[in-house]
């Protein structure tokens, strides 16, 4: 660690793959990093853009949803996203940057496996949250220009999720219930495939 900041544990290029802060093993109490409430970004440079694209092929890496800067020690107002609500597979990533909620609306209608939220900081746990189903938010992108969104379904639940990091919050504070990595609800995948949503 430098400065608090774990170091990289692979270089491809100039990109890093950065080491995820987590809970620890021992006491499973949170690093103090994961509790804090981060500061907004002020300086739009090149060291910007380089953690940005780290945290972009380090969230990729992991086929993982979302990655805030909380996660890999950084008390920055920012966070990575994939777009769209697709699979895993989409590589469309959205960076936000020092995000303002201006609406959280509608009732969570997703099924509850569409609930079930994961963290590269908490891992082998899956939590039964509930989020609202849509959002609307500011925010600036990696070069500074200022953009407004609105996102429903999953995309507003990583928002939402990346979100929580910025204020210290995690999604083990908000699960009604936590199930095993891979847990599925079968009666749901039955009636998705009955309605053909599967």
Known sequence: MTNGVPAPF?????????????????????????????????????????????????????????LSAPQIGRNLNLFVMRTGAGSQNNRTVRVVINPKTLTEAGEDIGTPNEKLEGCLSVPGVLGLVTRCHEVDFVYCDESGKHHRESLSGREARIYQH?????????FVDKAKAFYPIGHRFAETDRMLRAAGRD
């Not at 990346?162 to 995690?170: A, K, N, Q, T, Y």
């Open 10 to 66: 692979l270089r491809a290029g100039e990109l890093m793959i950065l080491p995820i802060l987590k809970i620890s093993d021992e006491d499973k109490a949170p690093s103090a990093g994961l509790r804090q409430t981060s500061i907004d970004v002020t300086e739009f440079n090149e060291e910007l853009e380089r953690i940005v694209e780290s945290m972009i092929e380090t969230l990729l890496l992991y086929h993982a949803g979302g």
């Open 162 to 170: 990346e979100g929580d990091h910025l204020r210290g919050v995690l």
